[in-house]
């Protein structure tokens, strides 16, 4: 089945810098992709999602990049803020089984 | 967004006790969803739920799982008995269609 490896495991910035998050996926089939916030005590909040004849997302301050040959999802956040300090998980959905298999998720600390 | 809500957000208990863990879904969804996150590790996929039946299970599903949602109210995940490892964080999910999942606050539970 799918798999999806994340890194980094914990990414620490400035404020105003921008954050990186990259996830791989083995599936090809693997129809639409997402990322999720987790604040601390809270759920996971969707923040976007990629069909995957999409390859590249811009949504306030978020980008996404969908590189199907290499079977790599990105995530980059533009001028972090305190805000921003979370949990992020992108998340991969093939469509066969009805469940989203996650990556392992990203500590993301935003220093101001 | 939608709103999932998880019903209790706690709950300790006795091993070998049972326990039932309740989710409110967003109104006109279909699709639903329980994934299991223990500390620190990511979310992983436990059950779905359509149209009164289980579509997929994984693994952790054990025979000592069960789901329903009588009548349309609650999606509950009962665990019947409880065991030291079932000690996690259940997230609830919603979806209308299957892929744009939605997910409740989480119902931390404890097993001592």
């Known amino acids: 089945g799918e798999q999806v490896e994340q890194r980094p495991p914990h990414l620490s910035v400035r404020e105003g810098d921008s954050a990186f998050i990259i996830c791989t996926y083995t599936?090809?089939?693997?129809?639409?992709f997402y990322w999720y916030k987790q604040e601390p005590g809270a759920g996971l909040q969707l923040l976007m999602s990629?069909?995957?004849?999409?390859d590249r997302k811009e949504e306030q301050g978020l980008t996404v990049l969908l590189n199907k040959k290499d079977k790599q999802l990105s995530l980059n956040l533009t001028a972090a803020h305190p805000g921003d300090s979370a949990v992020y998980f992108c998340?991969?959905?093939?469509?066969?089984?009805?469940?989203?298999?996650f990556g392992q998720g990203t500590v993301l600390s935003v220093i101001p | 967004g939608p709103k999932v809500l998880q019903i209790p957000s706690h709950q300790i208990i006795d091993m070998g006790q049972m326990v039932t863990l309740n989710c409110d879904p967003v109104?006109?969804?279909?699709?639903f969803y329980w994934y299991k996150q223990i500390l620190g590790q990511q979310m992983e996929f436990l059950v779905n739920?359509?149209?009164?039946?289980?579509?997929?299970k994984s693994k952790l599903f054990k025979d000592q799982f069960s789901v329903e949602r009588p009548d349309g109210s609650y999606f509950t995940l009962k665990i019947q008995p409880t065991a030291l490892e079932d000690s996690a964080v259940y997230f609830c999910?919603?979806?209308?269609?299957?892929?744009?999942?939605?997910f409740g606050p989480g119902t931390r539970l404890t097993v001592l």
């Open positions: 999910a919603s979806s209308l269609k299957g892929d744009e999942q939605y």
């Open positions: 998340a991969a959905y093939t469509g066969g089984n009805n469940k989203l298999t």
């Open positions: 739920f359509y149209n009164g039946k289980v579509m997929e």
């Open positions: 990629v069909f995957s004849n999409v």
């Open positions: 109104s006109n969804h279909l699709y």
């Open positions: 599936d090809s089939a693997t129809a639409y």
